[in-house]
């Protein structure tokens, strides 16, 4: 929270503030086209209050075995799941965002270097991981159905 708040000016950014009062407790995602310094898609699930966050630089896994980057990033507030717009220049982030998909998901496993779960959205569904493998890096594979 604290280093979301930080990065960001909410007088000149539409991107939402944290809020304490948020709704908490829903399996909802998101993945959001940035179009940075760098196109990117970010990749959220809600889990705990918070939107856990990863920066995916070549997109989500579309097929069973692919396995992506994906870059750990601060949480956002929950209500981030509905921001699409312009971050303007000079803001942390500045650029365009659109919701490539949403939906909700089923949390199978969670621990400090696994996250598996089921995704339910309009472009992306079924069975997905996410992996640490050092600092912020992590995989994001796309699971083959059994």
């Not at 944290?18 to 310094?37: I, L």
């Amino acid at each position: 929270m604290k280093t979301y708040q930080e990065k960001r000016h909410f007088d000149k950014t539409p991107e939402p503030p944290w809020r304490d009062d948020q709704d908490k407790g829903q399996h909802r995602f998101v993945v959001q086209k940035h179009q940075a310094a760098h196109l990117h898609y970010d990749f959220r699930l809600e889990i705990g209050g918070v939107l856990q966050s990863w920066a995916v630089p070549k997109g989500p896994p579309l097929k069973p075995g692919v396995r992506r980057l994906a870059i750990k990033v601060e949480d956002h507030p929950v209500d981030y799941i509905d921001f699409a717009g312009e971050i303007p220049q000079g803001e942390y982030g500045a650029g365009s965002v659109e919701i490539w998909d949403k939906g909700e998901f089923d949390l199978k496993r969670e621990s400090t270097d696994i996250v598996e779960f089921s995704l339910r959205g309009k472009k992306l569904s079924g069975s997905y991981a996410l992996i640490h493998t050092a600092d912020k890096n992590w995989l994001f594979i796309r699971r083959k159905e059994v």
